[in-house]
């Protein structure tokens, strides 16, 4: 079956550090892959999703490329701020499905 | 900004209580699904409505029944509520399974069994 699987963390930084949160994924055929934020007592935003092999999502800073070869759609952001301090999950889903498949979570904190 | 948007934010009901959740998408999108999250977990899919029919039922429990009025509007009716179905509720929509399917969620409505 489909998995999604990313590190867990927790992940701390400081103000302006490189980020990294790694995903990689199994699935069948080709999925289009996301990444979604969950900022504290919120729900689920979408922050960037790719729908095809080496398509790269960007949104605020934050960017992903989908790699095929090595199943993975790592997150990254050259400079994170406290105000991105949030659980990050990655996820696929299947054409012609209506299932999202989530990993489970990595929460950033960001110090100043 | 987010445009499914829900309502309660907050609701806090008894075991013998009947209440409701709403949710309402502005985007004409044909699919509509209800989440459950628990703490520090990811959503779990209960429910998805596709052209306002139930298309997937994750084999949640009889005491959430949801209903789908039209495309734009989707309901969760609680009713004889457990407290370990304290959650998170979260509300999304798509465009559909064969549309390139993206998935939109609300802000959630935050229940507690008491």
């Known amino acids: 079956g489909n998995s999604v699987t990313q590190m867990e963390g927790p992940v701390t930084l400081s103000e302006e550090a490189f980020l990294t949160i790694n995903c990689t994924y199994t699935a069948t055929g080709y999925p289009s892959l996301f990444w979604y934020v969950q900022y504290p007592g919120e729900g689920l935003q979408l922050l960037l999703k790719a729908t095809k092999a080496d398509d790269k999502g960007s949104n605020k800073g934050f960017e992903a490329t989908y790699r095929k070869e090595t199943t993975s759609f790592h997150l990254e952001k050259g400079s994170v701020q406290v105000s991105d301090s949030a659980v990050y999950f990655c996820a696929l889903i299947q054409g012609g499905s209506e299932k999202l498949v989530f990993g489970k979570g990595t929460k950033l904190t960001v110090n100043p | 900004d987010t445009e499914v948007t829900q309502t309660p934010k907050h609701l806090v009901m008894g075991m013998t209580n009947k209440k409701s959740l709403k949710c309402e998408q502005h985007?004409?999108?044909?699919?509509m699904y209800w989440y459950k999250q628990k703490a520090k977990k990811p959503p779990e899919l209960m429910f998805v409505y596709s052209y306002e029919k139930l298309s997937i039922n994750e084999s949640v429990p009889s005491r959430f029944s949801p209903e789908c009025p039209n495309s734009s509007l989707l309901n969760l009716h609680l009713h004889a509520l457990q407290p370990e179905d304290s959650a998170l509720y979260l509300c999304a929509s798509s465009q559909g399974q064969f549309s390139g399917n993206t998935i939109y969620f609300g802000e959630g409505s935050w229940l507690t069994v008491v």
């Open positions: 985007m004409g999108h044909r699919a």
